[in-house]
Structures are given as structure tokens and as C-alpha cells.
């Protein structure tokens, strides 16, 4: 099992990034995908999750509006797209999963859920 993520970078408050997870050794669309940041000096925070079987998302309340999860099954790949990004959104982005079908309404926020860590991706917002 293997997870890549990518399209991080640096943009002005305000902007947009896509972020996408790239997933090996297992069909992601069965299983439920998760993101998380860390920033520094803080702690790992759950951004979003999504569900494998019905697509059901969660989203912590402080991206609620302004980041979506989706999921492309042709490519294996799961998406992120961050818009009306604030300073701080700043952090080091990965994607998640225990593989476990559902995101799990209760716990999907919890990080030591989820055994399988992607390389993260730096996303820097600053004017």
C-alpha cells in the first residue's frame, strides 16, 4: 500500500491549489481516503475524508465551504481542491487510510485511525 501526494505550493490568500493522492498496492475507490495537515509547531489536524463505497465527505468546520474532496476512480487518484485559501491553511498536506470502507462519522479526525501515510505535500499561503 502506497500513497503519494502532490500539487502543493505557494499562493496569495485568496487563491486555489488541487492537491491529489495517488494511490498503489489497492484499488482506492473501495476504501476511505483521508487528509490531514500538520503546521508547524502543531499538532496533525483532519481535513477531510471520503467514504469508499457511497462517497459520503466529511470536513473539519474550519475548511467547510472552501475545500472539496473528490475522488477519480479511472486513475486511482483522490482530490483535494483548496480554494479561498487563508495563511492558515499553511502546513504540510498528506493523504490518509486504514482501509476501512467508511470514514467514520465519529473518528475519521483521528490520526492514529489511519495506518497508512503518504509522502506529504507543502502547501504555503502568504501574501
Known amino acids: 500500500v502506497q500513497l503519494q501526494a502532490s500539487g502543493g505550493g505557494s499562493v496569495q490568500p485568496g487563491g486555489s491549489l488541487r492537491l491529489s493522492c495517488a494511490a498503489s498496492?489497492?484499488?482506492?475507490?473501495?476504501?476511505?481516503i483521508g487528509w490531514f495537515r500538520q503546521a508547524p509547531g502543531k499538532e496533525r489536524e483532519g481535513v477531510s475524508c471520503i467514504s469508499g463505497n457511497d462517497g459520503k465527505s466529511y470536513y473539519v468546520d474550519s475548511v467547510k465551504g472552501r475545500f472539496t474532496i473528490t475522488r477519480d476512480n479511472t486513475k486511482n487518484t483522490v482530490h483535494l481542491q483548496m480554494n479561498s485559501l487563508k495563511p492558515e491553511d499553511t502546513a504540510v498536506y498528506y493523504c490518509?487510510?486504514?482501509?476501512?470502507?467508511?470514514?467514520?462519522?465519529?473518528?475519521?479526525?483521528?490520526?492514529?485511525?489511519?495506518?497508512?501515510w503518504g509522502r506529504g505535500t507543502l502547501v504555503t499561503v502568504s501574501s
Open positions: 490518509v487510510t486504514s482501509l476501512s470502507i467508511y470514514c467514520s462519522y465519529y473518528y475519521w479526525t483521528r490520526a492514529g485511525r489511519y495506518d497508512y
Open positions: 498496492g489497492f484499488p482506492l475507490d473501495r476504501y476511505a
